[in-house]
């Protein structure tokens, strides 16, 4: 069972998320400023094609601003263009790429604390190195010799003994000991956690604080490359690569940005024929409002924050890639125990059988339980409790603890009386060493151990052994899987979202269809070890599925490999920390469905924000093409809907529009669109009426009212 | 009575279609998926030595479609030159260089732009052995491509395409010739002509004397429709009694160019195996249809001036035999089907209504477009609509199980981006260079100001999309125009079959995701009002500042 010293149930909580979500202030604007000055620099525009025309067009245009009062009055289709008019357009085009900049940099200021805070505990130590180890002679590295050395100077496989009160110098596994362990430094739990040597809690994570005892770590990472690193570039932004979906994203952008070029650049032409060729700036300025600047700008930003909202969550994805998987997950695979039901089975029932008594059951039930320190074990007892058993003194007796070998457990006591309890055939089996049972007691036991598989229970079945050697069962305990409330409704939603969930367990089948109809999951693999559970992923992958799963052990290694997400527990081994592209460092496997919304959270973003940046178009063009040529077709003043004030103004209308509605869509793309699970139809048409016919709307309304304001200025 | 009018012929157009839609259409299917081979095409593969059951990779399905269309100009090209030695010459001499050229490209990409008058310069045997073997030729081209990008969504894993000879050779014989066949002797039924009779010279009643050409009419007027190329025996097309004699010869013409167009859907349905994908693909071309055809309607009906008022509605150019209703459903068709037959002056349209056909072509020929590169259009602009609808459900997009990466976005949008530039940058630089826009002015224009720039926009928007229909008023045999229209026929047409095969490519090596209720639909009323506003808005945004100079500011004066 879980040996953290957390409760189990603590864990399957959302913890609070630690930086403020969604929360946006003028000041973290303001944070972000000089980073977004920084970014200006051609070499990093560069990255962004959408925004590095846009620059490209506010130099140009700052030029022929300055150039203005030397090449006499300038005229654009047909009417006199001012020097504050092409200031302003050189002016608000600078602003435009400033707000994309701080879009990026607000977006990456939120890592940046947690990122700070993370690399103060990457100092450097000094490690105590074991020279010479020798596991098999002398495990505890007790006898060998040692040497002092800086934690960065550890390579892979060194080994180093960490006693209380000193950090893990890197990451590693333990070979030898036992301690508790205060990892609050990542994952930001204050209760200290305990780690071993051997199974699925070995593995420690370097800059963690050993608490209490002695171990001997075995490091796995190579300096400069350990979690702790990984981490912090992740926070940070650094490693961050642009993801496949974002690649494809941004190809449709530049080819609309290019589609655009084309446009502008032959219109001087074309419109030069008629003799209402524009200028160079209002022709800027009609390129800017058409490329999609909006997305352009903010689809860095949108990408850091998913991973931030991630890291608000307590799960660190090793690549954006991970993220975007996850919102095309179609198969998710739960391991019963701590996801669906909770960790701990309880006792619910004692049942009597073949005429025994009620309370010679309870009592031997949890007499056999009073040195098992399972929950199942202490569940035992508090149901005998309140079922009228009290205990009297000490129990004198040799406690016989369960092993996978003999599957029971009990005690003999000092006069010769013994007590077991555990799964039928073994119990069974240890009465009839003794004398064969009467069939028609079987028969009573089978039919009881079958009703409670059949329930979903765990069926412990109790029995004595007198001093003198008569065996005789007593009875079953129905150890009840209790399934955590609320899940049926989130599978539910699951299947809505077009999400199949398979339950993964080491139950019998007939357990296991009972939890899984308890708890209303799609399917799932009985007595499933770990080649199933790495068969099943292929065979789902075959058919085309996305398939993500949570796993902590060495063994759950390759199906985490395998799998297209992979979230890894924090308290599991590294080997499937390795293996996993998402690491959750609180542990609750549930948040596997939390990780699916965010990943589509993410892509839905993203999606939505270009449709609003390209339906936007719409009103840009009702705004700028009646004023470039109304001065020579006076006829086009008809597709001046919006009544603007004059032709300057309706230009530069448009361009403060654009300019402005990244900042006020800056939060949105931080915080994400908001997601529920339901079918793709309705939240295609909920998204489409938003966003496209908002965005075909909006900047109506918001040119309209930016000429108000403009056309008051005395030159417009 | 007009409206009723209106009604009847496009309720009689929508039911024929309608009819032929299913049959067509899996017989189509049928075609391109059976492995048997008739006994004249076992013939032809032997003679050309392909082997029918070997399969190609995209890269070798686009060479082969690019080899067998040069071989085609350059055979075309070499009869023009040579036109004096060959039979049934008319007497005609070599035709020049430079409209050699353009004519060469123009039939070769189902353009079929003619900067010509037809009668005075190509002989029976231009017409016939070149000219019409490239009207088959080209459309079973466009309808291979087609299929083969069709083949992309319903293959598996799979590295070919199919094979470019089969395709062609099958769509040629199974489908274009039966139905040229068909349709000649209907509209030979119906009055045109057939005959070699060269001119013949007739005296008048007031005894003027007179040449009336004869020739082989009936038959190259059902390829030059069934195979949407639009290329008249006569210079007036199909407004001439002798290519389209009656109302209801107008109206089977209109059925011609439409049947296989509206068809192939079904057929891309079938072969995916989601009849309901073809559905959608063919409402959103109906719904686009109409309505392109309601509005040029309205916009002649609405023609304001003392001789329309008396006729009315804008009848300057049109035949009385057709009136504005038969003008405006043939030029609707021809528009929107990549044909390029007229049989009424788009010139002579009012300001808006011309500005229709144009924007008919903007769409990007995909409502339903020609035979084949109608459907191939259109599910590109689906791919693009999936991509960021796909994106608005929260999934990686994907369109009928096949995922739309970068590289499936790279070739979408670069198909989308050829057309528009083709255009843009012809027209752009036919005033902007000074000595070709004097020539431009001088000699090409016959109007001056908003309506000759709308000429020249035309002349580049019909090239660009392959459609090849002219606004007339405009003399395109100059060496500007005839060279700079066939680049660009040749690479708009060339261009987008590059991208729609390597997308075939992309999409066949796929597996399939199968759809759950996390999948976009890709079937509802939804999904179609969608591809219908990506197809407007992609071309409204791209050609909004063009047309403001041209059809807008000249309607809205």
């Given amino acids: ?716 | 009575m007009y409206f009723w009018l209106f009604i009847a012929q496009l309720a009689t157009l929508v039911l024929i279609l309608g009819l032929l839609y299913r049959p067509l259409g899996d017989y189509m299917a049928r075609v391109y998926t059976t492995r048997k081979n008739l006994k004249v095409e076992r013939g032809i593969y032997r003679l050309i030595g392909v082997n029918p059951d070997s399969d190609q990779t995209w890269p070798v399905y686009l060479r082969s479609v690019l080899a067998f269309s040069a071989v085609g100009i350059l055979i075309l090209y070499g009869m023009q030159r040579l036109q004096q030695f060959l039979p049934y010459a008319l007497g005609l001499p070599a035709v020049p260089e430079g409209l050699s050229f353009n004519t060469a490209i123009s039939f070769v990409t189902n353009t079929n732009w003619q900067s010509y008058s037809p009668e005075v310069t190509m002989g029976y045997t231009v017409q016939m052995a070149g000219l019409a073997v490239q009207n088959f030729a080209s459309a079973a081209v466009g309808i291979a491509v087609a299929i083969a990008l069709v083949r992309g969504f319903a293959l598996r894993k799979s590295g070919t395409i199919g094979n470019f000879w089969v395709d062609m050779i099958r769509g040629t014989i199974r489908i274009l010739l039966p139905l040229s066949v068909i349709a000649a002797i209907v509209l030979l039924a119906g009055g045109a002509i057939q005959n070699f009779n060269g001119f013949d010279h007739i005296t008048t009643l007031t005894g003027a004397t007179q040449s009336i050409p004869g020739g082989p009419v009936a038959s190259q007027e059902a390829i030059k429709e069934v195979g949407t190329n639009g290329g008249g025996f006569f210079n007036v097309n199909s407004a001439h009694p002798f290519e389209n004699p009656t109302p209801w010869t107008n109206i089977f013409e209109i059925v011609l160019m439409l049947a296989i167009p509206f068809a192939l859907p079904r057929t891309f349905g079938t072969m995916v195996g989601d009849k309901r994908q073809g559905y959608a693909i063919l409402a959103t071309m109906g719904t686009l249809f109409v309505a392109s055809l309601v509005a040029m309607t309205l916009f002649e009906f609405a023609g304001n001036g003392t001789a329309t008022m008396a006729a009315g509605g804008a009848m300057e150019g049109k035949e009385t035999r057709f009136g504005i209703i038969g003008s405006t459903l043939f030029g609707t068709s021809s528009t929107l089907t990549s044909t390029g037959a007229v049989n009424s002056m788009h010139d002579s349209y009012t300001a808006l209504g011309g500005g229709m056909a144009m924007i008919n072509m903007m769409l990007g020929e995909v409502a339903p477009g020609g035979v084949g590169s109608g459907l191939y259009g259109i599910l590109v602009i689906a791919i693009i609509a999936v991509f960021i609808a796909g994106l608005m459900v929260g999934r990686t997009p994907e369109y009928l199980g096949k995922k739309l990466g970068a590289r499936e976005m790279k070739l979408a949008s670069l198909y989308i981006l050829a057309t528009p530039t083709l255009v843009l940058v012809g027209t752009a630089l036919s005033f902007a260079i000074p000595a070709v826009r004097a020539d431009i002015e001088k000699t090409s224009m016959w109007n001056p100001g908003l309506h000759g720039f709308s000429e020249v926009l035309y002349a580049f928007t019909s090239a660009g999309n392959n459609n090849g229909s002219a606004f007339a008023g405009l003399t395109a045999n100059t060496p500007w125009l005839n060279s700079a229209l066939g680049v660009v026929m040749m690479l708009g047409r060339f261009l987008p079959i590059v991208f729609a095969l390597a997308l075939a490519g992309s999409l066949a090596a796929q597996d399939r995701v199968p759809a759950t209720a996390g999948t976009l639909p890709t079937h509802r009323p939804q999904f179609i009002g969608l591809l219908i506003g990506t197809v407007i808005l992609v071309s409204a945004l791209t050609y909004f500042p063009v047309l403001a100079l041209g059809p807008l500011a000249e309607g809205l004066k």
């Fill in chain 1, 1 to 716: 069972m879980s040996t953290t010293l957390t409760h189990p149930e603590v864990a399957s909580h959302t913890p609070a998320p630690k930086t403020p979500q969604g929360a946006f202030s003028l000041g973290q604007l303001a944070k972000g400023l000089p980073g977004a000055l920084r970014k200006l620099r051609p070499r990093e525009m560069w990255h962004n094609p959408v925004m590095f025309i846009v620059e490209i067009g506010a130099a140009l245009t700052t030029l022929l601003a300055i150039a203005q009062p030397f090449l006499g009055t300038q005229t654009s289709g047909g009417s006199a263009q001012s020097l504050a008019f092409t200031w302003s357009i050189a002016i608000w085009l600078w602003l435009t790429v400033v707000f994309a900049n701080l879009a990026e940099a607000v977006a990456e200021g939120r890592g940046k604390a947690q990122a700070a805070s993370l690399r103060q505990t990457r100092t450097s130590t000094m490690a105590t190195r074991v020279t010479g180890y020798d596991a098999a002679i002398d495990a505890a590295a007790a006898h060998a010799g040692t040497e002092q050395v800086a934690s960065a100077d550890l390579h892979l496989g060194d080994v180093v003994v960490v006693t209380a009160g000193e950090l893990i110098p890197g990451d590693g596994d333990i070979v030898w000991g036992i301690a508790s362990v205060d990892e609050s430094a990542i994952t930001g739990e204050s209760a200290p956690v305990v780690r071993e040597s051997g199974g699925d809690r070995s593995a420690v994570t370097g800059g963690t604080r050993v608490l209490s005892d002695r171990i001997v770590v075995r490091i796995t990472s190579k300096p400069g490359e350990t979690f702790i690193d990984r981490m912090i570039k992740l926070v940070e932004g650094a490693s961050r690569q642009k993801t496949p979906n974002e690649i494809a994203l941004n190809i449709l952008l530049a080819s609309l940005s290019i589609v655009f070029l084309v446009v502008v650049l032959t219109l001087g032409p074309v419109a030069g024929y008629s003799g209402a060729a524009p200028s160079v700036p209002v022709l800027i300025a009609l390129l800017v409002c058409l490329i999609p600047t909006t997305i352009g700008a903010l689809l860095s930003a949108i990408g850091i924050a998913g991973m931030d909202r991630l890291v608000q969550r307590n799960v660190l994805a090793m690549s954006g890639r991970a993220v975007e998987a996850a919102g095309d997950v179609t198969t998710l695979l739960l391991d019963k125990t701590g996801t669906i039901t909770y960790g701990n089975r309880q006792a619910s029932e004692f049942t009597a059988v073949a005429g025994a008594d009620q309370t010679e059951l309870i009592r031997s039930a949890a007499l056999s339980s009073l040195s098992d320190p399972t929950p199942e074990g202490t569940s035992i007892v508090t149901l005998a409790e309140t079922l009228g058993y009290v205990h009297q003194g000490a129990v004198d007796g040799d406690v016989v603890p369960f092993t996978a070998q003999t599957r029971m457990s009990g005690i003999d006591f000092a006069d010769g009386s013994q007590v077991r309890k555990g799964a039928a055939s073994a119990v069974t089996s240890w009465v009839q060493e003794s004398a064969p049972a009467p069939s028609t007691v079987l028969r009573e036991l089978d039919a009881e151990v079958e009703r409670v598989s059949q329930l979903g229970g765990t069926p412990l079945v109790v029995a004595t052994r007198t001093a003198i050697g008569t065996a005789s069962i007593l009875g079953v305990i129905y150890l009840k899987d209790i399934v955590k409330p609320g899940l049926a409704e989130r599978f539910a939603d699951l299947r809505r979202m077009g999400i199949r969930t398979v339950m993964i367990t080491g139950d019998n089948p007939l357990t296991a269809k009972h939890i899984a109809a308890e708890a209303g999951v799609d399917d799932f693999l009985a007595e499933a070890t770990p080649e199933d559970k790495l068969a099943l992923i292929r065979r789902e992958q075959e058919g085309g599925n996305l398939v993500a799963m949570t796993g902590d052990g060495t063994n759950d290694a390759p199906a985490l490999a395998q799998a297209d997400v992979g979230v890894a527990m924090n308290t599991g081994t590294s080997a499937a920390k390795e293996a996993g592209n998402m690491v959750d460092l609180d542990s609750d496997p549930t948040k596997l469905i939390d990780i699916v919304s965010i990943g589509k959270q993410l892509l839905i973003t993203r999606g939505s924000l270009t449709t609003f940046s390209i339906a936007n178009d719409v009103a840009k063009y009702f705004a700028i093409i009646p004023a470039m040529f109304v001065g020579v077709f006076p006829g086009l003043q008809a597709l001046n809907i919006m009544h603007l004030h004059s032709p300057a103004s309706a230009i530069l209308s448009a361009v403060i529009f654009n300019a402005i509605i990244i900042v006020v869509l800056i939060p949105l793309a931080l915080r994400g669109v908001r997601y529920r699970p339901a079918m793709a139809s309705s939240l295609l048409t909920r998204n489409l009426l938003i966003y496209g016919l908002g965005g075909i709307i909006a900047p109506f309304i918001g040119i309209k009212l930016i000429d108000l304001l403009v056309g008051v200025i005395p030159g417009f």
